[in-house]
């Protein structure tokens, strides 16, 4: 099994993680902007990133990649069958994927990403992004994290590890994340990152991000 994309990217951090969560060998690729094999060309039309390869069934997305993934390998899964369990996992994803990525986005590929890629970055954004938006992100989920707990039915599953993807780039990036202010933050997001499947990802990952970040 074959996941295209650049391994920084929260997306592709997603479904490595998570595939290592459910003992699933992957090869990872290297693709995106308009980068890549054949198997990502054709399996990811709008260039996006992750795209998987699976012998002849090409998947992109990393939400439908991971669908695919938990359904594979039955038995402990990372997205709850009980239904507000699964609910608030689903949200917990959307929550990452659409409300806290944009965020980072800013921040992140200000910061590191565009001087990479030879553009010029906007860094009144991310200042601007850091200041007023990451804030609230925080404020947010620490309020409705467990004491010294996971996000959905006290373990890891798809809501920490779909939440904790786009703050880890801001980490790369920021020193916003005040444990005085948001502890319970502060203390999951590192369980988050000590987790075996996350902690070998941003190991093989620590390369780019050292050539994106240095001064």
């Known amino acids: 099994m074959i996941i295209h994309g650049s391994r920084p990217s929260p997306f592709v951090r997603k479904v490595i993680a998570f ?12 693709a995106g902007f ?17 795209a998987l390869e699976d012998g002849d069934f090409l998947l992109c997305d990393s939400t439908a990649i991971i669908t695919y ?3 594979l390998r039955p038995g402990t899964e990372m997205i709850p069958a009980e239904p507000k369990a699964r609910a608030r996992t689903i ?13 980072g986005a800013k921040i ?26 990451l804030p609230g992100l ?4 620490e309020g409705v994290l467990p004491e010294g707990g996971w996000l ?19 980490g790369y990036v920021s020193d916003a994340l005040d444990a005085a202010r948001w ?15 996350v902690a070998a990802a941003m190991d093989l990952e620590a390369p780019m991000i050292a050539a994106m970040v240095e001064k």
Do not use: H
Request: aromatic share 10%.
């Open 183 to 197: 502890p319970k933050v502060a203390g999951w997001l590192e369980r988050v990152k000590a987790r075996p499947s």
């Open 19 to 30: 595939a290592a969560e459910k003992g699933i060998e992957v090869e990872v690729q290297a």
């Open 34 to 50: 308009g980068r890549g094999g054949e198997g990502y060309l054709n399996g990811s039309p709008f260039g996006k990133i992750p």
């Open 108 to 133: 992140f590929f200000n910061r590191a990403v565009a001087r990479r890629l030879k553009r010029e970055p906007d860094l009144a954004a991310a200042d601007k992004a850091e200041a007023e938006e």
């Open 152 to 170: 959905v039915e006290d373990r890891f599953t798809l809501a920490d590890l779909a939440a904790g993807c786009p703050l880890i780039n801001i």
């Open 69 to 71: 993934m938990d359904a």
């Open 91 to 103: 949200w917990y994803e959307e929550f990452g994927d659409t409300v806290a990525q944009p965020v």
């Open 138 to 141: 925080y404020d947010y989920l």
